[in-house]
């Protein structure tokens, strides 16, 4: 689609999904940006992509209320279920085509578990807009204290390394990385990997924590094959603290190690595959050598657009076509 189409997507928003919506100016190959409805995201950032030219603030994306892991207000296109949260109107945004790169916040997964729900990329780091972001420290539903950190969706790898290595001056990755994946994990990556025992990653967050912040000091990256996000159950500790009747629910999302990549103060990206709701998170530490390893990993892991979503949600046809009478 043409930025002139996904602007008129963008205006007949048709899940709700957009609060509001810029003309389009910059000329027909601009990247277009949308960011969640969040005041921890600064200004300043989205406004410096846009003084590169290649980047058009589009739309203002709708989020979950109060940051909330789920949204009762939007649906997941894919399923008609309630769409996952927080930064979910600006996942859906993406994942129509009415934007190329979602910008939104990640607390406990808010950015990676929005984006896994529909077989989008993504990448969060805490030393993006470091400064600003600390300033903003939370108490999760299940009373652990961290800050939010920013990151981006999109639907496209090449358009995520992009923006990453336009906000990064990244060194070039050399290193033979020391990558663990879990004993559990069948795939036959196209790199070397060291498979050990992880914890049950989906019960309490705080055994992920622990976890992840030894495995990180041991190796250079962690994958985690997870998922599917919030498709057989919800991923919310809002009603997953009540017995363990919930607390069995809440396991079924598929939300693993994403939950706890910006509490122990990680960066990850995460790569679709070719299953519903399943997905890479791929985690290192917040060094910007290690973040040219992600990317190095990333394009190694194969990846195929979905070409019935394609042709399908991103479609200008789908979204115009007129009705009896016209």
Same mark, same amino acid.
């Given at each position: 689609?043409?930025?002139?189409?996904?602007?008129?997507?963008?205006?007949?928003?048709?899940?709700?999904?957009?609060?509001?919506?810029?003309?389009?100016?910059?000329?027909?190959?601009?990247?277009?940006?949308?960011?969640?409805?969040?005041?921890? @995201?600064?200004?300043?950032?989205?406004?410096?992509?846009?003084?590169?030219?290649?980047?058009? +603030?589009?739309?203002?994306?709708?989020?979950?209320?109060?940051?909330?892991?789920?949204?009762?207000?939007?649906?997941?296109?894919?399923?008609?279920?309630?769409?996952?949260?927080?930064? =979910?109107?600006?996942?859906?945004?993406?994942?129509?085509?009415?934007?190329?790169?979602?910008?939104?916040?990640?607390?406990?997964?808010?950015?990676?578990?929005?984006?896994? =729900?529909?077989?989008?990329?993504?990448?969060?780091?805490?030393?993006?807009?470091?400064?600003?972001?600390?300033?903003?420290?939370?108490?999760?539903?299940?009373?652990?204290?961290?800050?939010?950190?920013?990151?981006?969706?999109?639907?496209?790898?090449?358009?995520?390394?992009?923006? @990453?290595?336009?906000?990064?001056?990244?060194?070039?990755?050399?290193?033979?990385?020391?990558?663990?994946?879990?004993?559990?994990?069948?795939?036959?990556?196209?790199?070397?990997?060291?498979?050990?025992?992880?914890?049950?990653?989906?019960?309490?967050?705080?055994?992920?924590?622990?976890?992840?912040?030894?495995?990180?000091?041991?190796?250079?990256?962690?994958?985690?094959?997870?998922?599917?996000?919030?498709?057989?159950?919800?991923?919310?500790?809002?009603?997953?603290?009540?017995?363990?009747?919930?607390?069995?629910?809440?396991?079924?999302?598929?939300?693993?190690?994403?939950?706890?990549?910006?509490?122990?103060?990680?960066?990850?990206?995460?790569?679709?595959?070719?299953?519903?709701?399943?997905?890479?998170?791929?985690?290192?530490?917040?060094?910007?050598?290690?973040?040219?390893?992600?990317?190095?990993?990333?394009?190694?892991?194969?990846?195929?657009?979905?070409? +019935?979503?394609?042709?399908?949600?991103?479609?200008?046809?789908?979204?115009?076509?007129?009705?009896?009478?016209?």
């Amino acid at each position: 689609m043409n930025n002139t189409d996904k602007h008129l997507i963008a205006c007949n928003d048709p899940f709700h999904s957009v609060v509001s919506s810029f003309d389009v100016v910059n000329g027909m190959d601009t990247y277009l940006l949308g960011v969640k409805n969040d005041n921890h @995201i600064p200004s300043s950032f989205v406004r410096r992509l846009e003084k590169t030219g290649k980047y058009a +603030l589009h739309t203002i994306d709708h989020m979950s209320a109060s940051g909330r892991a789920i949204d009762l207000q939007l649906v997941n296109p894919l399923t008609g279920r309630w769409m996952t949260g927080s930064s =979910s109107g600006t996942a859906v945004n993406v994942f129509l085509g009415i934007n190329d790169v979602g910008i939104g916040t990640d607390g406990g997964g808010s950015v990676l578990a929005p984006a896994m =729900s529909l077989n989008l990329f993504s990448f969060m780091s805490p030393i993006l807009e470091n400064e600003h972001m600390i300033q903003f420290n939370k108490t999760s539903t299940d009373g652990i204290v961290f800050h939010p950190s920013l990151g981006f969706i999109t639907s496209k790898k090449s358009v995520l390394e992009e923006i @990453i290595r336009d906000c990064f001056e990244l060194p070039e990755y050399t290193k033979n990385l020391k990558i663990a994946v879990s004993t559990e994990d069948t795939h036959a990556y196209p790199f070397v990997t060291e498979a050990i025992k992880y914890p049950d990653i989906y019960g309490n967050r705080q055994i992920g924590i622990e976890f992840l912040t030894k495995a990180l000091e041991q190796y250079d990256v962690v994958i985690s094959f997870e998922g599917p996000v919030d498709l057989v159950q919800y991923g919310d500790t809002v009603y997953g603290h009540f017995d363990k009747k919930t607390q069995n629910m809440q396991r079924q999302s598929g939300k693993g190690l994403l939950r706890v990549v910006n509490m122990v103060s990680a960066t990850a990206i995460t790569i679709p595959s070719d299953k519903l709701g399943f997905g890479f998170v791929i985690i290192t530490k917040s060094k910007l050598e290690n973040i040219a390893g992600l990317i190095v990993i990333m394009n190694e892991i194969p990846w195929e657009e979905d070409i +019935l979503v394609k042709d399908y949600f991103r479609n200008i046809q789908t979204w115009t076509r007129k009705g009896f009478g016209f």
